[in-house]
């Protein structure tokens, strides 16, 4: 029987390449270098302040709905008031909430109050160079 065998130095830096490519790559999967991916949580509604701007004394529900979507926070018994919060906890970094609530009497809508509302959508840059005149 014939049979070569291969020289241990070739073996060896065998093995060192591929666990040091193995280390490489065990690195990619972290968002931040040395600590594990941590999700971002977003919940409630996303208002723009567009959106707040179109509010009118007198809309009814289904048009208030239409401009601001379903709200999270609807009593059942009492159908006079509508609750908009938002929650954004991004992976690192500090949480944001936003609230922004409606009221209703005779099915009109009388006032809304809230915490200021960005000017934008979340999948709309904050620096695209655009103004407001030309959207």
């Known amino acids: ?7 241990l130095s070739t073996i060896v830096r065998a093995g ?3 666990t ?4 490489m790559l065990s690195g990619c999967g972290a968002g931040k270098w040395g600590f594990p991916y941590k999700q971002d949580i977003q919940q409630g509604n ?7 701007a179109q509010l009118e004394q007198g809309m009814s529900h289904e048009q208030v709905r239409y401009l601001l979507g379903t709200p999270t926070l609807q009593n ?12 954004n906890k991004p992976g690192y970094g500090d949480s944001e909430l936003r609230r922004f ?22 999948f709309e840059k904050a620096d695209t160079g655009m103004t407001d005149t030309d959207r």
């Open 76 to 87: 059942v018994f009492r159908d006079d008031r509508w609750d908009y919060p938002y929650y």
């Open 20 to 23: 040091a490519l193995a280390a």
């Open 1 to 7: 029987m014939l049979t070569t065998a291969k020289p």
């Open 16 to 18: 060192l390449a591929a």
């Open 46 to 52: 996303w208002i723009t302040a567009r959106q707040v």
């Open 101 to 122: 609530t409606v009221w209703f009497e005779d099915g009109a809508l009388v006032s809304w109050s809230g915490d200021e509302q960005p000017d934008r959508q979340p």
